[in-house]
């Protein structure tokens, strides 16, 4: 049974905090109603939604963040078809994607997990959170609040929660908020984070500050007495405070500098808030006519902001005691922004920008959290979201309206067009990356704004894609996706030429052989095609001689097809009733005695290899390796078209007496390094094992190289497997 103090203090809560917005309003009554009556965990998810909307209320977001935040933490008992139905799709949009969020794994596991796994893990779940929250800024504060809320309600209950959820707070939220400048949640996420992974330090560094906090709080108030007045002489208006020193800032400095609580000079702090940018500088002025002042301490982040948009003047003087005293003078603007970050920010504008600006806002802020991202890519220590380290997998571009696309590492302007829809990377033209036109073989990095300038659809100049963006050497490719598509436009250009051509042949034998009222399906019927345009493809590539066409001009080669075994009837007939024969090149014993036979590209086989072959429509016999999955499942659907083939006595060497060699795959995983592909080349020379195509690829230090080379029968290939594994950093060395 739920805790009714605590589902009535949730009500309070809610009630003090003032329903103001109806949909609000109508979405806490919602919860209320699912999860009022629920159990333990019931009311507890619902004291979460409530502490979440606080926050959130707090930073003064708008309704349907609120909303969403109510929303989202149920999705068993609310539905989300129900949300948008009863919300819309806006928020809709917005829970969808903080549920997301939720389902992906911790991002830090416990200390016990494999160090490499781990890391991998981690990067792929910080590359997914980011794909997720680059939907909205609202998904962001809807994360952080919510997170704060957990340590909050964790704090209250006095029970630490899992490590894990301390540990990715401190690691990976707390620097997103302070990379989006929300420093009020900041601090508070690292210090309830700190209170929970390190108690017995949190305790100890909290009584010691105890110890001196009425020594420290005299001294501040001193200051504060003497700095207000000479403000006053100097007709500054000023809003003065304290400037409290947080825990987790205070254990961080102890640590990285070594030393202890004492020696820390300044955990004493002044704040001053004025009304304009010319007062920051005149208090400044007044501050310095009062203190000492220390030079390298000042720093003006007024006039050069920080990258998050942080303003404000520091400086360090020298108080009365000797010891330094810092103090930071800003604008109410600045501190509003200090405080709140980006949702200040954008709660500024919301009323007072358009459209255009409002979208430079989308691209900076998303920038920002792109750059979060490389950070804390950084810091597990990977490398793999930090732009031209050869151990990343992925970049994040963003289109002019401000939508994220993920994009393998290397990838150009051409890639991009591909991404976002085929049509336009087929008319791509040219591009422009942060508003500077660049060639389209230019590499794009991290957080950079493409705009692609495509040819007008039905134009002069849309002729399709260049086909010197498959050349590798030129640049202009770097994702299998986009060359894909670049191949699939060639080869669809190639099939209409070969039918054109095909057609324009197959019209003048007719038309010399006097039957140009025969039907080209009857026709191509006739040569054992079901469609013309596949007799017409054959035609063109020299398949079927002209002698055979004027044939078929004249009447059907074959008995009525009423009386007749159909084409492929007629292949299965012939390969299961006639002996055993060698194939037109002397390598294969199939049982057909004159049917074309080809080697399976797929598996490759070689003497002695167990094979069998598939009987292909138009293409004679494959022959393939009796364990090869691709014939299984070609077997498995059409089950009389498998027939028995064996290796002849003249399958190991030619009519001169020269052993015959057979092209064999092979696949080598090793650990990356110089010298590799050298090393594995010299044992396959020594092996007297001719290679005839190499490719490779490394990713994250590990490197999968894949070789085609020439044998005469798989004991040969052994042998050289079995020296390419005893090479230095060699993890395997298998047959593709």
């Excluded at 699912?34 to 003064?60: K, P, Y």
């Excluded at 009837?569 to 090149?585: D, F, I, K």
Aim: aromatic share 6%; charged share 30%.
């Amino acid at each position: 049974m739920p805790d009714p103090e605590l589902a009535g203090a949730v009500t309070s809560d809610w009630q003090a905090q003032g329903a103001g917005d109806t949909d609000v309003a109508a979405a806490v009554d919602f919860v209320r109603e699912r999860l009022g009556g629920g159990d333990e965990a019931d009311a507890r998810a619902l004291r979460h939604a409530m502490g979440t909307l606080g926050i959130l209320r707090m930073l003064e977001v708008g309704p349907a963040a609120q909303v969403a935040a109510v929303l989202f933490g149920s999705p068993g008992r609310i539905p989300l078809r129900e949300i948008q139905t009863r919300f819309g799709p806006e928020v809709s949009r917005l829970v969808e994607s903080m549920r997301k969020i939720r389902r992906l794994k911790e991002i830090h596991r416990a200390v016990e997990e494999d160090e490499t796994g781990g890391q991998q893990g981690q990067i792929e779940v910080l590359r997914r959170m980011t794909m997720a929250m680059s939907v909205d800024i609202r998904v962001v504060l809807i994360r952080l609040a919510s997170r704060l809320q957990t340590l909050r309600q964790h704090a209250a209950d006095r029970e630490a929660p899992e490590a894990s959820i301390s540990r990715e707070t401190l690691d990976v939220l707390a620097p997103l908020a302070n990379r989006l400048g929300l420093w009020q949640l900041k601090w508070e996420l690292e210090d309830l984070s700190f209170r929970f992974l390190w108690p017995d330090e949190y305790k100890r560094l909290a009584k010691q500050l105890e110890e001196r906090r009425v020594e420290r709080e005299d001294f501040v108030e001193a200051a504060l007495a003497r700095l207000r007045a000479e403000l006053e002489r100097a007709g500054i208006r000023a809003e003065l405070s304290g400037r409290p020193k947080h825990l987790f800032s205070i254990h961080n400095k102890m640590r990285r500098k070594g030393l202890s609580l004492p020696e820390i000079q300044d955990l004493r702090g002044l704040r001053v808030i004025v009304a304009g940018i010319d007062d920051c500088y005149a208090a400044l002025g007044a501050i310095h006519g009062i203190w000492q002042a220390i030079p390298e301490e000042y720093d003006d982040y007024v006039s050069r902001p920080k990258p998050n948009g942080y303003r404000s003047l520091h400086t360090v003087v020298v108080a009365d005691d000797g010891r330094p005293l810092e103090i930071q003078i800003r604008t109410a603007e600045m501190h509003r922004f200090a405080e709140y970050g980006v949702a200040a920010h954008w709660r500024y504008k919301e009323g007072r920008t358009g459209a255009s600006d409002r979208h430079d806002d989308e691209v900076a802020w998303l920038r920002q959290l792109l750059a979060w991202q490389r950070d804390i890519g950084q810091s597990l220590g990977s490398g793999a979201v930090l732009p031209g380290d050869a151990g990343q997998s992925t970049i994040f571009v963003l289109t002019p309206q401000a939508r994220v696309i993920e994009l393998p590492i290397g990838s150009t302007p051409v890639d991009f067009a591909y991404h976002v829809h085929t049509r336009l990377g087929h008319r791509c033209r040219g591009a422009r990356v942060d508003g500077i036109m660049v060639p389209l073989s230019t590499r794009l990095q991290n957080g950079q704004t493409v705009e692609i300038i495509a040819a007008r659809e039905g134009g002069a100049h849309d002729d399709g894609p260049s086909r010197d963006w498959l050349n590798p050497q030129l640049g202009f490719v770097a994702s299998n996706r986009a060359r894909a598509k670049v191949r699939q436009w060639f080869n669809a250009l190639d099939t209409e030429r070969d039918i054109a051509l095909g057609r324009e042949r197959v019209e003048k034998v007719l038309q010399r052989e006097g039957a140009t009222s025969l039907a080209l399906d009857e026709y191509a019927a006739r040569l054992g095609y079901t469609e013309a345009s596949q007799l017409f493809i054959a035609v063109a590539k020299d398949e079927i001689g002209p002698r055979l066409l004027e044939a078929a001009a004249h009447g059907p080669l074959e008995p009525p097809e009423s009386q007749r075994p159909t084409p492929d009837e007629e292949v299965l007939n012939r390969a299961r009733a006639s002996t055993e024969g060698r194939s037109r090149n002397g390598v294969l014993v199939v049982g057909v005695g004159s049917l074309m036979t080809q080697l399976a590209k797929c598996c490759r086989p070689a003497p002695p290899d167990a094979i069998a072959g598939f009987v292909t429509r138009g293409r004679g016999v494959s022959v393939h390796r009796a364990d090869c999955p691709t014939l299984r499942s070609l077997a498995e659907r059409e089950p009389e078209r498998r027939i028995e083939t064996s290796w002849s006595e003249a399958a190991t060497r030619d009519a001169a007496g020269r052993p015959l060699l057979y092209p064999v795959d092979i696949e080598v995983h090793a650990a990356d390094r110089s010298g590799l592909l050298r090393d594995i080349s010299d044992v396959l020379a020594k092996q007297r094992t001719n290679v005839v195509a190499v490719s490779t690829r490394t990713r994250q230090g590990h490197a999968v190289m894949r070789f085609t080379v020439e044998v005469a029968d798989t004991g040969v290939l052994d042998r050289s497997l079995a020296a390419i594994a005893g090479i230095e950093g060699i993890q395997s060395a298998r047959r593709h």
